[in-house]
C-alpha cells in the first residue's frame, strides 16, 4: 500500500470511527474493529482481562526491547454539531476530543511497522486503550500487565490551535494533574416567601462559589499554575420554593505536589467554614484524578529527532491545565506525549470540534518513526 492508498485508508477508519462512538468502558464495537483491523494486518493480539482495549504486539526481526505506543479509544457525552457527512450516528455521544484519530494514527504506524517488521531492532506494542475520559483507563492497562517489559512509550494527543505540520514536544511538565470535587450543602426546605424559617442552600452556595475563586488567587503564587473551576450545580425544583439541598461540582487542575495538596486544604476549610456560618451542613467528596504529565528527557529527545527527519516544525508548546492518565504510564517507563498540529476551529470536548483530516497520515508516520528511532 503506498502513501496515498495509506492515506486514504486510515481517512476511511477515522471517519467510520467517528461516525460510532462509545463512551468509556462502553467501548465494544470500536474493540471488534481495532480487533479486525489488527486481524487484517497479521499483528498478534495479545491475552487482557479487559473488557474494552486491544492490545498487540509487533516483533521484529532482531532482537530488542519493547517499545510502547498507545491511543485512546473512547468518546464523550456530547452531542455533536459539526454538521459534518460523517458525523456521529449514537445520539449524545461524539468523538468531541479526537481519539478517532488518535486510533487511526496509530493503525497507520502498525501498517509502516508490520511492513518493515523483519527489519525492526526489537518489539513494538501497541496499546488502544479504553477509559481515557475517565481518567482511569490507563491503571487498568498497567494493571492488566500489558505494560511487562516495555521500556519507554510515546503517545500523541491532536492539538486544535496547531497547524498542521507543527507538533509540540517538551521534556518535563505538560499537563496537570486532575482532581474532583463534590459537595453537598444540606440547608432546610421552605416557602419562599418565609425564609426566615429556613436555612437557604442557594444562598450558601452562592457566597461557595465566590469563595472557592480566591484558593487560586490569594493562595497560589501568580508564578505557579492551579485551577478551581465549579462546573456544575443541581438545586431546587421550583420557583416558589426553597429547596433544602444544593450539590455543586467541579474540578482542581495543578502541577506541583505542594500546591495540590495545598488547595485541597483550602478547599476543606472554605466549605466547612461557610456550611457552619449559614448553619448547614455539608457533605464533601474528593475523587483524585491522575497526577502531572511529565515528560521525559531523554526519550523527548530521540522523539524529536525523529520529528524534525518527519519534516515537521517542532515547537516549544504551552503547559495545558487539562488532564491525561497517559501520565500513570510515565510513573512506570521513560516515555514522552506530543502534542500534534491539526488546525481545528474549536478546542477539546466542544461540540463543534472538527480537525485537518491532512495530519492523519502525518500522525501515523511520526508514531511509526518516533518508535523505529527507540527501538535502535
Known amino acids: 500500500m503506498n502513501e496515498t492508498d495509506l492515506e486514504a485508508h486510515l481517512i476511511s477508519i477515522y471517519r467510520h470511527l467517528h461516525q460510532y462512538p462509545e463512551l468509556s468502558k462502553q467501548e465494544f464495537e470500536t474493540t471488534r474493529f481495532i480487533e479486525k483491523w489488527m486481524r487484517e494486518l497479521d499483528i498478534p493480539i495479545r491475552k487482557t482481562k479487559l473488557k474494552t482495549g486491544v492490545f498487540a504486539d509487533i516483533k521484529g ?93 510515546i503517545g500523541l494527543h491532536n492539538k486544535p490551535e496547531l497547524p498542521v505540520g507543527t507538533i509540540g514536544l517538551k521534556e518535563g511538565p505538560l499537563m496537570a494533574a486532575v482532581d474532583r470535587f463534590h459537595i453537598v450543602l444540606q440547608g432546610k426546605g421552605s416557602h419562599a416567601a418565609i425564609p426566615q424559617n429556613g436555612k437557604d442552600p442557594i444562598v450558601t452556595a ?11 488567587s490569594r493562595n497560589v503564587s501568580p508564578l505557579q499554575s492551579a485551577v478551581v473551576s465549579v462546573t456544575k450545580i443541581i438545586g431546587g425544583s421550583t420557583w416558589n420554593v426553597i429547596p433544602g439541598d444544593v450539590t455543586l461540582e467541579g474540578t482542581i487542575r ?38 502531572p504529565l511529565v515528560n521525559h528527557k531523554a526519550v523527548t529527545e530521540i522523539v524529536r529527532k525523529a520529528a524534525t527527519q518527519e519534516v515537521l516544525d517542532v515547537i516549544d508548546p504551552e503547559l495545558s491545565m487539562a488532564g491525561e492518565d497517559f501520565s500513570y504510564y510515565l510513573y512506570n517507563v521513560p516515555g514522552t506525549f506530543a502534542f500534534f498540529g491539526t488546525n481545528g476551529k474549536e478546542e477539546w470536548h466542544h461540540p463543534e470540534f472538527t480537525l485537518d483530516e491532512s495530519a492523519l497520515i502525518q500522525a501515523a508516520n511520526f508514531l511509526y518513526k518516533s518508535s523505529r528511532a527507540l527501538l535502535n
Not at 455521544?93 to 486510533?103: K, Y
Request: aromatic residues 6%; glycine residues 10%; contains cysteine.
Open 206 to 216: 452562592g457566597h461557595l462559589i465566590t469563595a472557592l475563586q480566591t484558593i487560586v
Open 61 to 153: 526481526g532482531n532482537p530488542g526491547p519493547i517499545v510502547a505506543v498507545r491511543a485512546d479509544i473512547d468518546a464523550l457525552p456530547i452531542e455533536e454539531k459539526t454538521g459534518l457527512p460523517y458525523a456521529s450516528k449514537i445520539k449524545g455521544v461524539m468523538h468531541a476530543c479526537g481519539h478517532d484519530f488518535h486510533t487511526a494514527a496509530l493503525i497507520g504506524a502498525a501498517c509502516h511497522l508490520k511492513r518493515n517488521q523483519s527489519q525492526l531492532n526489537g518489539t513494538v506494542r501497541l496499546l488502544f486503550q479504553p477509559a481515557e475520559e475517565l481518567g482511569g483507563g490507563a491503571k487498568q492497562v498497567i494493571a492488566d500487565g500489558q505494560l511487562e517489559g516495555v521500556e519507554a512509550i
Open 254 to 291: 495543578s502541577f506541583d505536589p505542594a500546591i495540590r495538596e495545598e488547595v485541597k486544604t483550602k478547599l476543606y476549610t472554605i466549605v466547612e467554614a461557610i456550611a457552619t456560618a449559614f448553619s448547614q451542613k455539608v457533605e464533601i467528596g474528593w475523587f483524585p484524578g491522575p497526577p
